[in-house]
């Protein structure tokens, strides 16, 4: 596969990225942390108790919660987190995944000839007053 779908492919997995960080914010239950007191460094043993998304991963990387036990939806840091995982995991997997990356270029190819005709035929069909 020539190299520039690879680079291609750095923002379509960022995007993929932005959009789990998004969701796991947004349709999070239950907290994350479990904090007994107002102390963000004073939290208890219910950490992932119910809602299973705080993990050792979490714990070495350094995701921010907010002060309830949240997934901070506002913190650029757990933005970048989750834009390094999804751009390192899609790029290992279309390195080692056999097939995944023609997959990939032709999903890209077929876009982009889909997006041309459709350039081409509003073009086509322009009426200026």
């Not at 714990?59 to 751009?87: M, P, W």
Request: hydrophobic share 45%.
């Amino acid at each position: 596969m020539p190299l520039y779908y690879y680079i291609l492919a750095v923002p379509v997995f960022c995007l993929f990225g932005v959009l789990h960080h998004v969701v796991r914010a947004v349709f999070n239950l239950f907290p994350d942390r479990g904090y007994t007191n107002t102390s963000r460094e004073d939290y208890s043993f219910t950490d992932d108790m119910l809602s299973g998304n705080y993990d050792i991963t979490d714990h070495l990387v350094g995701t921010e919660y907010d002060e309830n036990g949240y997934y901070d939806l506002h913190s650029l840091k757990n933005v970048r987190i989750a834009c390094q995982f999804a751009v390192g995991g899609g790029v290992v997997a279309l390195l080692v995944v056999p097939g995944l990356d023609q997959i990939f270029r032709q999903a890209v190819d077929a876009l982009a000839l889909a997006a041309w005709n459709l350039f081409l035929f509003r073009l086509a069909n322009l009426e200026l007053l």
